[in-house]
């Protein structure tokens, strides 16, 4: 049997275990990868730590990942244009991406300019990226505050809505100042009092919380009500009224297509990364936890 990293519970990083898992079938439409990488992305963790047990719950015995690039190994019925052999990244809504193989329903060639490494850092993020943007409908001329501007989600976020004429307001570490500065957006800094310097900039008409935990009573001020306020995985979301925007199917159709095509032509640019091996998945989990590392971390394998 393959290997994939079993979530054996909801706890720490320490619940990742390298065991056997079965070796899945691809259904109707679907089709199995061989793996070569894996992202990490912030829901990971939530999910991983309990925090959205509620409104995701998970069975047994899960393997994590919402993305994954590696080369077609089967094919299901109905799948056309796609051959054994051949490269691709996939979004696995039904998760399963730490593993030696994934099945994926969802899935785009990977052009070769693309690194099989960038190429697993992308799927999860720009779907959420481009889910949650169309959910809050911003267009042309208003303005969005983006709480996790320097994240893998908030960095493509912000690309997205500035090309559509957007003004961007980023919320972000000082670390990551410049980098928000470089993409376009206008920082301000996270931490007390930063309502008040998000009114300084001017008034808000829609935020994206793509940081976690903790801003939404500073968004509904700002955003004049919970409305156009839309959190990637405040457990709190309930409470303020506001959504907790969930990766599904309907959220961001044709998403991934749209972003690799523009990865490809260096038209966007990601998070910077780097790799461990994936049966290092629980030291990834802990390290991205720590709060020191201002990398994401992308699971690989020979």
């Given at each position: 049997m393959p290997n994939a990293v079993v979530m054996t519970g909801y706890g720490p990083p320490e619940v990742l275990k390298w065991a056997e898992a079965p070796l899945r079938e691809p259904g109707q439409g679907q089709i199995r990868i061989k793996v070569k990488a894996a992202g990490?992305?912030?829901?990971?963790?939530?999910?991983?730590?309990?925090?959205?047990?509620?409104?995701?719950?998970?069975?047994?015995?899960?393997?994590?990942?919402f993305e994954a690039a590696g080369t077609v190994d089967a094919a299901g019925p109905g799948v056309t244009g796609t051959s054994i052999g051949d490269g691709v990244t996939a979004l696995l809504f039904s998760l399963g991406g730490y593993a030696e193989y994934a099945v994926a329903s969802i899935w785009t060639?990977?052009?070769d300019t693309v690194s099989w490494i960038d190429a697993a850092a992308l799927p999860s993020s720009a779907?959420?990226?481009?889910?949650?943007?169309?959910?809050?409908?911003?267009?042309?001329?208003?303005?969005l505050l983006l709480f996790g501007g320097g994240g893998s989600v908030g960095?493509?976020?912000?690309?997205l809505a500035l090309a559509q004429g957007v003004k961007v307001i980023s919320a972000v570490g000082?670390?990551?100042?410049?980098?928000?500065?470089?993409?376009?957006?206008?920082?301000?800094?996270?931490?007390?009092?930063v309502a008040s310097r998000v009114r300084a900039l001017g008034a808000v008409d829609a935020v994206f919380d793509a940081a976690g935990k903790g801003v939404l009573a500073d968004a509904i001020a700002l955003a004049g009500g919970p409305k156009r306020v839309i959190t990637l995985s405040d457990p709190a979301a309930a409470d303020y009224?506001?959504?907790?925007?969930?990766?599904?199917?309907?959220?961001?159709?044709?998403?991934?297509?749209?972003?690799?095509?523009?990865?490809?032509?260096?038209?966007?640019?990601?998070?910077?990364h780097t790799s461990m091996p994936m049966q290092q998945a629980a030291e990834a989990h802990r390290q991205m936890e720590s709060g020191n590392v201002h990398q994401r971390i992308i699971l690989t394998l020979e």
């Open positions: 990490i992305s912030p829901t990971d963790l939530a999910l991983r730590a309990g925090y959205l047990r509620e409104a995701i719950p998970l069975p047994p015995n899960t393997v994590l990942g060639p990977k052009p779907e959420a990226a481009v889910g949650v943007l169309r959910q809050l409908n911003v267009t042309s001329g208003e303005t960095i493509i976020a912000t690309q000082e670390h990551d100042e410049t980098l928000a500065r470089e993409l376009g957006a206008t920082p301000v800094r996270y931490g007390t009092d009224g506001v959504t907790l925007s969930q990766p599904k199917p309907d959220r961001a159709p044709g998403a991934l297509d749209e972003t690799i095509a523009l990865l490809a032509d260096g038209r966007l640019r990601l998070r910077a």
